[in-house]
């Protein structure tokens, strides 16, 4: 399939004017192509006729669509949010209005559709938002970059305001009100925990490993250590996710964690003998029965071998001892208990390829994989 990367523009003056943006940006990503980033929003007189200050924002989508096709859509979509299209040439008040801008690099006159759009370079309401998305982007008729062309415009009237647009992807992960960040180690939960809380404005719950004074003990002795490690683990969640119940509040719009409950009894089910294990199932039954439930268990899926990199990357002196076998036997164990535990809603996405520690790209690359995901059936495992 092969994907075209387009600009739109997209304005409204009547009615709820953020409402009916955001609704346009949904249909976008619905019926064109994953929204990949939205501008902020700028407020601008009416140009050419009498009416409402507009609201207007650009888009990047890419989508799969010919222009002749996309614009189609984007016609259909107007009426859809309720804009009605009258005969006359004049300018008028609207809910929305939607043009493309670029598409790719292409130069297109025909049928009623000029791409790039042939006054973008006219409008401060274009060309502001369109900056905030692609600065560098080279007008493929006018050879100049789009924040050159900003700087030339003679400047008007316009101002950023503070509400902003949301992108889809993210909105999608909003209905759901507890999420959980699963995986093995070193694949970069809390990364995207963090990430995710920050973007969705959601309370972050973030694992205190690093208080655990049995881990490095564990790592160098295994057989000794291991129940002192595992129940020591289990306190410490419990404490922290009780803490956190009692501390939410009717107006918290839900959490982001960087694990589940149930990982205590994934790690115990590798690191434990078969009567300390038993033993730590019942409390961990007695401990764990009212605390919250995820709505939806994000499992990132990674390489051993990529996994290892991680690790050795982060450079955690305790760690220094996990090899393959053990990583291959957690990511069995977590695929175990998840498989067997019907309740969990669960999707399993595969970032092997992505780095979306380090890079921006990667993690909207990520964001897109789970959206994709969550259209399909849950609990459909990887093997």
């Known amino acids: ?152 415009l003679k400047s008007k009237e316009i101002i950023k305001i503070d509400q902003v647009l949301t992108l889809p992807v993210l909105l999608k992960l909003q209905s759901f009100k507890n999420i959980v960040i699963e995986g093995n180690i070193g694949v970069g939960k809390t990364t995207l925990s963090k990430k995710l809380s920050n973007d969705l404005n959601k309370d972050l719950i973030v694992e205190g490993f690093v208080d655990n004074p049995f881990l490095e003990k564990y790592y160098n002795n295994p057989e000794k250590y291991a129940l002192n490690v595992e129940l020591t683990f289990l306190t410490d969640r419990c404490r922290q996710l009780n803490s956190f119940n009692n501390q939410m509040n009717f107006f918290s719009s839900g959490i982001i964690a960087d694990y589940d409950i149930f990982k205590s009894l994934v790690f115990a089910g590798v690191s434990l003998n078969e009567i300390d294990f038993n033993l730590f199932r019942n409390i961990f039954y007695f401990m764990t029965k009212d605390l919250f439930k995820s709505d939806l268990v994000i499992y990132l899926l990674q390489s051993s071998d990529q996994l290892l990199k991680n690790i050795s990357k982060r450079g955690r002196g ?12 957690i990511n069995a164990a977590y695929l175990k208990h998840i498989k067997t535990n019907s309740d969990l809603n669960v999707v399993y996405i595969d970032v092997s390829d992505l780095d979306f520690v380090e890079s921006d790209e990667d993690y909207i690359k990520l964001l897109f994989r789970i959206k994709n995901t969550l259209t399909k059936s849950f609990k459909e495992l990887p093997y």
């Open 318 to 329: 305790f760690e220094k001892t996990i090899n393959r076998n053990y990583l291959d036997k």
């Open 1 to 152: 399939m092969n994907l075209n990367k387009v600009y739109l523009s997209l304005g409204s003056n009547l009615g709820d004017k953020i409402k009916n943006l955001q609704s346009a940006i949904s249909l976008i990503d619905t019926k064109i192509g994953d929204v990949l980033s939205i501008s902020n929003v700028y407020q601008t007189k009416s140009d050419g006729f009498v009416g409402e200050d507009f609201f207007n924002c650009c888009i990047s989508v890419n989508t799969e669509f010919s222009p002749t096709f996309l614009m189609n859509k984007i016609l259909e979509i107007e009426s859809h949010v309720g804009r009605t299209r009258s005969n006359t040439k004049e300018y008028e008040s609207r809910l929305i209005d939607i043009d493309i801008l670029l598409y790719e690099d292409s130069i297109i006159s025909k049928n009623h559709l000029v791409v790039p759009h042939p006054r973008m370079h006219l409008r401060n309401f274009v060309l502001n938002p369109l900056a905030d998305i692609a600065k560098s982007k080279i007008h493929p008729i006018l050879n100049d970059s789009i924040i050159n062309l900003l700087n030339k």
